[in-house]
């Protein structure tokens, strides 16, 4: 797990050990667990996925780009909770990362 900031000063924390084809199957556990509401539907390139989502006032991104798994703030509010979302994955998705499949 990895946290910095972009050029947009976004926050986002990405995982580097987190095959693409386990993407639906973790953000469809983080949208159950932390009941996000899809703001659109998600966008397939070659090498990203991406999709966001609201959770109260705050804009998120779930994407899968270039061999990683990011959660990016969109905006100042979804800060704390894409913290508690990267928690959240760094604990229970020990069993999805490369290593063990």
Known sequence: MHKY??????LNIEFS????????IITEDIISKFNLIKIDEAIFGITVITQDFKYYNSIISLEWENGYYNILAKNREAESIIIEIANYINKNNKNNKKDNL
């Open 5 to 10: 900031r972009d050029f947009s000063n976004r």
């Open 17 to 24: 050990d987190i095959e693409i084809k386990l993407y639906n």
